[in-house]
């Protein structure tokens, strides 16, 4: 499948939209928790076991992202956002079968393995595209696509739970929904593929910069420099800092106001959860703007120096007042969603465009490990203070002086951070499926 490449005439404000198809729709990941009681008890399954889809599906995430990249940046957008529309619309299409048929296997298989590929490869699919369209402005452009991943949970949650209560919460019924998804994700991420486009030239924008001027790195040298695993560091720290407050984030504000006058509801731990989200999304193309005007180095060091500054706050203070702990949580999940959409233009500005979706890929590796790292400190460290007999804040003291701890480390990586040296740099990189003339008909 040959990179489509953009006729004359062709406006790049058209390329955001089609990477928001694809991302708001794999963004769905991000809302499994509204299957989880439908499947425990139609399936008879423990928390643990309802669980392992979602997980499996981020591991897999992070290693087809790792291991996809460099086919990705081969292939062009146009083959990874068609993998990605098959994976993992069959991936709800198996999960399905599995619900239909009581076989819960089929579900983990098919949502966690093969849905989890759909999420990788749709996750990077966009992003060399985008930077390659926006030169002049690569931070904002990744930001919206990304900021659909953060944001299709706010689509799919209330979707997802008005299908289960229209068709039931029965096997029958989570496996209507679940074909239902799959169809209609086909559909939307169908979209993205017919839509998007590559440069004609090397120079999108008449007046901006070329896409290959300056350093250029590929993906084989960059995991050779120290440059890649900083930013690694600075990633792995930053999301685990964020999911440490957003995996928990509903008993944890319960936890905190506890034993107040004035204790934090169900529904109200409910509200605190939907503004996270809608923090952690406008985080995303906010932040990653903002990089564009300060540079990339600079919005790092406010996402790690004043979330560790939020963290210290939280933890000194936020069990006596509501607002406070309410506005650094939500300061810190925007930090967390700016990281995210940041990277990939970091990734540029220090490796180029001649495999930055490659190395993004492969940079990923640090979501999965923070994925892990973060919920286990918070989690472990609490349930380690209940048994001693602790309640209420008290609970999470010691987590947020690690997450603090982490930020500190994120940023002491970030500031090592130097240009790469010459003897990694591609002397003529050229990338053919993204700068070469195709026939008319191709496009």
Known sequence: MSPPVAPPGWSRWLVPPAALSV??????????????PPLESAL?????????????????LGLSAAFGGTLVERNGPRWAMTVALVCFSSGFLLSALGAATEQYWLIVIG????????LGIGYISPVS????WFPDRPGMATGIAIMGFGGGALIASPWSAQMLESFGSDSSGIALAFLVHGLTYAVFMLLGVLL??????????????????GVQVSARNAVRTPQFWCLWVVLCMNVSAGIGILEKAAPMITDFFADTSTPVSVTAAAGFVALLSAANMA?????????DLIGRKNIYRVYLGAGALMYLLIALFGDSSKPLFILCALVILSFYGGGFATIPAYLKD?????????????LLTAWSTAGVLGPLI?????????????????????????????????????????????????STPREAADVRRQQPESA
């Not at 769905?28 to 928790?33: E, G, L, N, P, V």
């Not at 008879?44 to 897999?60: E, K």
């Open 129 to 132: 595209t985008l930077i390659k």
């Open 350 to 362: 220090l490796f180029g465009t001649y495999q930055v979706g490659a190395i993004h890929g492969r």
């Open 283 to 291: 985080g995303r193309i906010g932040w990653s703007s903002t990089s």
């Open 378 to 426: 918070v989690n472990w460290i609490a349930d380690r203070q209940e048994e001693a007999g602790k309640h209420g804040a008290s609970l999470y003291g010691l987590s947020f002086v690690i997450m603090i701890g982490l930020l500190v480390v994120g940023f002491v990586a970030n500031e090592l951070v130097r240009p790469v040296h010459p003897r990694h740099h591609v």
């Open 23 to 36: 991302h708001l729709s794999i963004g769905q990941a991000y809302a499994w928790s509204v299957f989880k």
């Open 196 to 213: 998007v486009r590559v440069p004609r030239t090397e120079k999108p924008v008449a007046d901006g910069p070329s896409v290959v001027e």
């Open 111 to 118: 949502y966690g393995f093969v849905g989890g590929i759909g």
């Open 44 to 60: 008879g399954l423990s928390g643990t076991q309802s669980a392992l889809p979602f997980q499996l599906g981020i591991v897999m």
